[in-house]
């Protein structure tokens, strides 16, 4: 019997000391929470005073002093639609197991969790037109506006931290008889981009100017500051396919600020991959 008491008192012991010995368990990483108030609007080229040139690349970024792992601005890529030379080369092929396919899905699910505090939705008020620009904090968010001659104003405002940013500059050039230009129409992210297809046959796409002159930038802006007369018609095209169906607004305007002023707007509805999708058609007269 005292055998098996001091076996027990034993037992007890060790066991007692296995649990001292037992490392203490590691607190779970915190989420990273920014503090707004030391956000910065950086707005570049500053703008201001007189300009010639009606077309302004702005470059937006939202700055974080405190950001625990600021990205990094990648280089900015531009879209071709031009068919690829050479033999279509078949993806490998996916030896992926289930639970590898789950594991990465988890693990890009937390990735975009912990940085959903970047996601930051910029309102935009550009010469009276009311605009929404999708942002990331600490990426630059590089578009382009098209100025009107005379004054143009612009503000930028992110809501959440207060921040904004107002410009106002002057421009003086020939004035653009035709603009077209894809409007606001919810706050979702319109995803896609328009074509123009002039009346000679020619089709106006990003970054291209037509032979007759007119030009689409990568803005989504179309302009002609001597549009042939004829047919017009106005194309989108989808953008990623696993997106959500999107409403998009165009607007056309012709000889704007004249007394022959004409103003037409097309809005549909736009599925995810679809196009090109034809919007409808206008008339320039000579």
């Known amino acids: 019997m005292r055998r098996l008491l001091v076996l027990s008192l034993l037992l007890t012991a060790t066991f007692l000391g296995a649990q001292k010995a037992r ?45 625990p792992n600021p990205p ?51 309102q935009v008020w550009f010469n009276g037109a009311t605009l929404r620009w999708q942002a990331s904090v600490g990426s630059t968010l590089h578009t382009e506006l098209t100025a009107q001659n005379g004054e143009n ?5 992110e809501p959440d931290s207060g921040l904004r940013v107002v410009r106002s500059w002057w421009v003086s050039t020939a004035r653009t008889r035709l603009r077209v230009a894809s409007i ?21 796409e990003g970054g ?33 396919r696993g997106g959500k169906p999107a409403r998009i607004k165009v607007e056309a305007l012709l000889d704007g600020g004249t007394d022959q002023e004409r103003r037409w707007i097309w809005e549909r509805l736009i599925l995810p991959g679809a196009g090109p999708v034809t919007l409808g058609t206008f008339d320039v007269e000579p």
């Not at 007119?214 to 989504?220: N, Q």
């Open 72 to 122: 990094k601005d990648e280089a900015q890529t531009r879209f071709s639609f031009d068919e690829e030379e050479g033999d279509y080369v078949p993806p490998p092929e996916d030896t992926r197991t289930a639970d590898q396919l789950r594991q990465e899905r988890q693990t890009r699910e937390a990735e975009v969790a912990r940085n959903a505090w970047r996601s930051r939705a910029l």
């Open 184 to 204: 606001q129409a919810n706050d979702e992210y319109t995803g896609g981009s328009l074509q123009v297809l002039e009346p000679d046959g020619a089709l106006a």
């Open 208 to 240: 291209r100017r037509t032979p007759s002159g007119g030009m689409l930038r990568w803005s989504g802006e179309y302009t002609h500051e001597t549009p042939p007369p004829g047919t017009y018609t106005l194309k989108w095209i989808s953008g990623w």
């Open 23 to 67: 490392a203490p368990k590691a607190p779970a990483a915190t989420a990273y929470v920014p503090d707004l108030q030391q956000w910065r609007l950086e707005v570049s080229p500053a703008l201001g005073g007189w300009s010639s040139d009606r077309t302004v690349s702005l470059r937006i970024k939202l700055v974080d002093p405190k950001d």
């Open 153 to 157: 104003r612009l503000e930028i405002l």
